[in-house]
């Protein structure tokens, strides 16, 4: 399987940044696309963006023009940087490791990352 550990989150004011970080190990050769999600207090867990393998990237609509990913797949990393933040961008951030192992196509998901935004 595949261990996934965040990092980065934290309180920043309306207008700022923060990165995120995860870090994959394991069984990293069966990683294929790599995400983060999050889950607002009350809400059902959203896509925030997602990246494959061979870096073709995907955004929801609500953090196009203002949030990056990007990924290394020696290092096996995956990042979020996240601009030009809004209150209603707190929530807690999950990685997700989408896997390949043997036939069988499996997820990982990492223990999250605190985000809070003040107006």
């Known amino acids: 399987q595949v261990q996934l550990v965040e990092s980065g989150g934290g309180l920043v004011q309306a207008g700022g940044s923060l990165r995120l970080s995860c870090t994959a190990s394991?069984?990293?050769?069966?990683?294929?696309?790599m995400g983060w999600y999050r889950q607002a207090p009350g809400n059902q867990r959203e896509l925030v963006a997602t990246?494959?393998?061979?870096?073709?990237?995907n955004y929801a609509d609500s953090v196009k023009e203002r949030f990056t990913i990007s990924r290394d797949n020696v290092d096996n990393t995956v990042n979020l940087q996240m601009n030009s933040l809004k209150p209603e961008d707190t929530a807690v951030y999950y990685c997700?490791?989408?896997?390949?192992?043997?036939?069988?196509?499996?997820?990982?998901w990492g223990q999250g990352t605190h985000v809070a935004v003040s107006s």
């Open positions: 997700r490791a989408d896997l390949l192992m043997g036939a069988r196509k499996l997820n990982s």
């Open positions: 394991g069984s990293t050769s069966s990683i294929l696309t």
């Open positions: 990246i494959s393998r061979g870096g073709s990237t």
